[in-house]
């Protein structure tokens, strides 16, 4: 057989839809209908089936998994002289919110095992920054990295010894749980993002809060709408324009329904992949008590040229894979002005022989077999 003619898709968005079945024309059809394509009642039904789905108190509805994070740091009123905590290694929305509000991010290093943020590092940090004098700690972005839980637990009683505002970026873990529980619940304020390639993704961007906090579930609505107050023409602050369109809502119901399918799809996948793959590469560790939502499935080599041929074999095998991330955020152009200079050795280190493989819901079990089988002896 040509594999390289019938390549594995990284994702499948596509087969999905077929999956799904006439549930999501019928939910688009009804949101033509009726037309009320802002904040239409599938918003406010998504809300209450998302608070639900991971016992949040409250969900506000948001444009994008970034706007969300910037909606949670207004809320605070994060600004110029604060610092804010968050990994080196993660996607650059974690970073580039604190500095779109005036605040600098502090970059902290990540645990090489499961690539989540390091507790000893973040306090390490912490105290470098506060000894600085120059800058005010303020927040901590725990980011649940590729679909596996931040180590909350830590996070949190550091964040409490500083007096910390905490925010979970779980734009790649909605679905995940940390000892029996979804996240949502393990910071002040948990963002996530229905990007179509999240685990549970829109046709477009959207995003979501979740807090237990009665009044930031208010501010969150008000900063979602220009700082609207008790009535549309009532501006009680600076806000945005970051609702998630009607339609998107509609979509993300049919979604919902057959989510934790797809999730323990996921987690099948990401079995076979710890299963098979042992042998020639550095599975990821999992983080303790916890059921991961496998956005990204990652391995680790010995290096960069064992990384990058092994990337070129599976290439030439119809086996798609991604790097995430190249290189870590403080050496990122756009944040060289704001980085203290520190050094992220493991950070630096991942980015150099880290590769992501294919794992979404419609990957059968051939498909998985076959991504296993590119790793093996030639
Ligand atoms: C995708 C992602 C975001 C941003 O989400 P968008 O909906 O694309 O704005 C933020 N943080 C992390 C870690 C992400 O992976």
Redesign the pocket.
Known sequence: MDVSANPIPFLDLKAQQARLGPSLRARIDAVLAHGQFILGPEVAELEARLAAFCRAAHCVTVS??????QIALMAEGVGPGDAVFLPGF??T??AEVPLLLGATPVFVDINPATFQIDPAHLEARIAETARGGKLRPRAVIG?D?FGQPAPWPELRAIAERHGLFTLD?C??AFGASLHGTRLGHEAHAT?T???PS?PLGAYG???ALFTEDAERAALYRSLRTHGEGASRYDVQRIGMNGRLDTLQAAVLLAKLDVFEAELARREAIARAYDAGLGDYATIPARVADSAGAW?IYAVLFENAAERDATQARLRAEGVPTAIYYPKPLHHQPAYAAAHDGAVLPVAEDVATRILALPIHPDLDNDQVARVIAAFGPV
């Open positions: 994008s998994g970034t706007d969300a994070l993660t996607y929305a974690t980011v990295l970026d734009a790649q963002a993002s229905f990007f999240k961007d959207g995003g956005a």
